[in-house]
């Protein structure tokens, strides 16, 4: 079976195995490694899965970056004290304007407000849309009027990474190559080559055929070794698949 702790154990170990430098997206962003991995979590639901995979990580000596939304089923202050106590980045995840339907005006505040309450549990400076997938507004238009850098952000992965450059994979859609059915979490690339599973990605690393600057993104509520919890999200991800390609999705290729 493919999303499961144990499947997020091995491609862990497959990385360390080919000398990778685990690196926040802060760090990257300051200074990116030769061969360097940058581990993106965006909490949307079930921030314990989370802490899971923060535990794993810092046992391993890993680092990886944390987002939260502003919504109580992700943003659980414990789990986020603990999980920057590991010693990871914590950012936001902003949807203002989903939030505000579409008002740049109190999207701007609503961003500010929420910047400053996560601040005050823990250093923040970078930020990353959280896609909202039923919604028909982008937060990421909120800069065509504002810049995040005023808010002392440097970086924010949609706008401030080169993907012609660095490889991106997201589990989206609950599989690798799920850009046919995001909604919003797809970047422009030169790279054609895709992956559909875990086992695919390991492989590839075993055969020394993988970049050497590569983006994950990974959504740990989607992840369980209890068989229940997994096979309800793989239910749930396949009808949401299925609803986004016919009525949201735009294309992306």
């Not at 109580?72 to 339907?101: F, R, V």
């Not at 919003?184 to 055929?209: C, G, M």
């Amino acid at each position: 079976m493919d999303f499961t702790v144990q499947r997020y154990r091995e491609l862990l170990r497959a990385l360390m195995n080919n000398g990778y430098q685990f690196q926040t997206f802060a760090e990257f962003i300051a200074k990116p490694g030769k061969k360097s991995i940058v581990l993106r979590h965006d909490v949307d639901l079930l921030p314990q899965n989370s802490l899971a995979f923060a535990k794993l990580q810092a046992s391993k000596g890993i680092k990886g970056t944390y987002y939260f939304r502003a919504v109580p089923e992700s943003w659980n202050e414990k789990i986020i004290l603990k999980i920057a106590d590991l010693g990871h980045e914590i950012g936001y995840h902003y949807e203002c304007l989903t939030t505000t339907k579409g008002d740049v005006e109190a999207g701007i505040q609503d961003f500010r407000n929420n910047l400053f309450a996560l601040r005050e549990l823990t250093p923040v400076s970078t930020i990353c849309m959280h896609g909202s997938p039923l919604s028909k507004y982008d937060s990421k238009d909120l800069w065509k009027t504002y810049r995040y850098q005023d808010f002392g952000i440097i970086g924010e992965p949609y706008f401030d990474i080169d993907y012609d450059k660095v490889y991106y994979l997201t589990d989206t859609g609950r599989k690798w190559d799920g850009h046919k059915t995001s909604v919003r979490d797809w970047v422009n690339t030169r790279y054609d080559k895709t992956f559909h599973s875990t086992p695919e990605i390991v492989e590839a690393l075993k055969n020394a055929a993988f970049p050497n600057q590569v983006m994950f993104t990974f959504h740990p509520q989607r992840w369980n070794d209890n068989i229940i919890k997994w096979s309800k999200e793989l239910v749930l991800q396949n009808v949401k698949n299925v609803v986004k390609k016919h009525f949201y999705v735009k294309n992306n290729l």
